[in-house]
């Protein structure tokens, strides 16, 4: 399984950046797919979920100002995040699980894609 995220970038507080997840060797939508971020000297923190019935979880730092979502034909799955804040400031990582069912676990994670800075600053 491989993961490749992109659209990371430096955007102003208060706007808006989106996150692509491009999976190859594994159907997107068969397991639970997750987004978690990671600022310097933090451990991994869960920020989005989807399952593969498609349900959906949040963290709740991100929970209405962040959206996951799954494209099955394309085999991708996105983050769009809006009204952005400092402490949004992170490496966004993509990671497929070894589970059907939403987990905030990073341990139950078996992919991981290589990760995409995303910064908030003015």
């Known amino acids: 399984v491989n993961l490749a995220e992109s659209g990371g970038g430096l955007v102003q507080p208060g706007g808006s950046l989106s996150l692509s997840c491009a999976v190859s060797g594994r159907a997107a939508s068969a397991y639970a797919m997750g987004w978690f971020r990671q600022a310097p000297g933090k451990e991994r923190d869960f920020v989005a979920g989807?399952?593969?019935?498609?349900?959906?979880s949040y963290a709740d730092s991100v929970k209405g100002r962040f959206t996951i979502s799954r494209d099955n034909d394309k085999n991708m799955i996105y983050l769009q995040m809006g009204s952005l804040k400092p402490e949004d400031t992170a490496v966004y990582y993509c990671g497929s699980a070894r589970t059907y069912l939403n987990t905030r676990t990073p341990s139950l994670y078996d992919a991981w894609g290589q990760g995409t800075q995303v910064t908030v600053s003015s």
């Open positions: 989807i399952s593969s019935d498609a349900s959906t």
